[in-house]
């Protein structure tokens, strides 16, 4: 049997039953061919894929496991609801409970309501402040992901220019950029979208310009347009609170998935005063966002987010990743940028527009039994300790000497052509 056979065997039956063999951001078509797509089982910060192969794994699920994966005390709370039942004619007390947590913990936000997916809250978020203003055109930062909705997909086949009308986009922190389209939204002006520091595929992260966070608050009030922090992804890695506000500024509305539960399925729109009569006046739901099981999930993993210091350890052993493998990337000679908060690293390397060099290196961190990603940010949970930094560390340094030997001779990665253009 060859190593990966299982996912080999998996991958060819998919194809037959699943269009494409897998869809959306999982799938791992752009990527290392080496990247194994099924996984058998993950346990704190460690994945094992259906051929037996362990990980330490950087990507954590693309951020829902923030306490480890199958985090007993989390788990064990969705268990006890999922026994009492967990999707039912109306929502238990832990809907009134989570409400209430979220309030608590985040300065903006008056009041909460839940869904499933991050592209719920945003879509929740987009209609609110329409809601609000009475008005429709929407002010987001080009390249800015908040979703697989088809006003705000990436991948425009399938859906009509229409369902991105009324929308003008502006440069993330570049505030001229922002007034300008401002401007050119007029007073049509709905909301204002800003993720909380820049982390578009394929191009470095970049640290919210405070400035340009404070022009935005200062734009919405002006205009009377609703401020959104996309806090889906960067939420609860940043902050106990909304990530803007280490910045000092509040947005009237801020969405949160990915990790709120700990990987359990739940999301929120939060939003402040201004907006709650809007919020109540429009119609959104869906057959499972009452179920209490993941209500309970995301208390435990609220209470665990209030009651340890699972951010400043995990901001730790990203400075010690970071530090160490600047060190290791500097010794083997070459340029290598990691940027966004040390707590969702992005690694590129210089002079590497189609990746090769990326490529090599992750797969050889792969083989070193380190899933790292060539071109998204990474996520780090409080499951991993200083000997998983070590770990990734010696891998690192491993993956640094293949690279340095294949470098001269790496071809263009033919799936990335796209980038090059
Ligand atoms: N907003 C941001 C900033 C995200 O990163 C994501 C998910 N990657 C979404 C929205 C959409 O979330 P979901 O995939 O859960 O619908």
């Known amino acids: ?92 007390p832990a809907m009134v409970e989570l409400a209430e947590a979220f309030v608590a913990m985040v300065t903006h936000a008056d009041w909460a309501m839940f869904c499933k997916n991050g592209t719920d809250a945003t879509s929740m978020a987009m209609v609110t402040a329409r809601a609000h203003t009475k008005r429709k055109t929407l002010v987001l930062a080009k390249g800015a992901y908040h979703g697989a909705a088809p006003w705000c997909t990436p991948r425009p086949t399938g859906t009509t220019a229409e369902d991105k009308a009324n929308q003008v986009h502006c440069v993330y922190n570049d505030i001229a950029s922002l007034e300008a389209a401002v401007a050119k939204a007029g007073d049509d002006i709905a909301a204002i979208f800003a993720a909380p520091f820049r982390h578009d595929a394929f191009i470095d992260q970049a640290a919210p310009d405070p400035a340009y966070a404070r022009r935005a608050r200062e734009l919405a009030d002006q205009t009377g347009a609703l401020l959104v922090v996309d806090d889906v992804r960067g939420g609860l890695r940043v902050a106990r609170d909304c990530s803007w506000s280490k910045l000092g500024v509040q947005p009237d509305l801020s969405t949160w998935g990915k990790c709120i539960a700990n990987g359990h399925p ?148 033919e799936k990335l052509a796209f980038l090059a253009g």
């Open 1 to 92: 049997d060859m190593p990966n056979s299982r996912d080999r065997d998996l991958r060819r039956r998919a194809e037959a039953v699943i269009p494409g063999g897998m869809y959306g951001h999982q799938s791992v078509g752009l990527l290392p061919e080496d990247y194994p797509q099924y996984f058998a089982s993950g346990e704190g910060a460690h994945l094992t894929d259906v051929d037996g192969r362990r990980y330490l794994d950087l990507m954590c699920a693309y951020g829902p496991n923030l306490f480890g994966y199958a985090n007993p005390q989390i788990d064990a709370a969705y268990v006890r609801q999922l026994e009492k039942g967990d999707a039912l004619t109306g929502p238990g």
């Open 266 to 413: 739940i999301s929120a729109l939060l939003g402040n005063d201004k907006c709650r009569a809007a919020a109540a006046s429009i119609y959104v739901t869906g057959s499972f966002w009452y179920a209490g099981a993941a209500m309970a999930a995301s208390l435990e993993t609220l209470k665990l987010v209030r009651e340890t210091d699972y951010l400043e350890r995990i901001e730790a052993l990203g400075d010690k990743l970071r530090d160490g493998l600047a060190e290791r990337a500097q010794a083997a000679g070459f340029g290598f940028r990691q940027t966004g908060p040390v707590t969702m690293p992005l690694f590129l390397f210089d002079d590497d527009r189609d990746l090769r060099k990326g490529f090599c290196w992750s797969s050889a961190m792969l083989e070193r039994g380190v899933y790292v990603h060539p071109w998204h940010n990474m996520f780090l949970c409080a499951a991993m300790t200083e000997a998983d930094i070590d770990a990734a560390l010696d891998a690192a340094e491993g993956a640094f000497k293949v690279l340095k030997r294949e470098a001269p001779t790496l071809g263009p990665v």
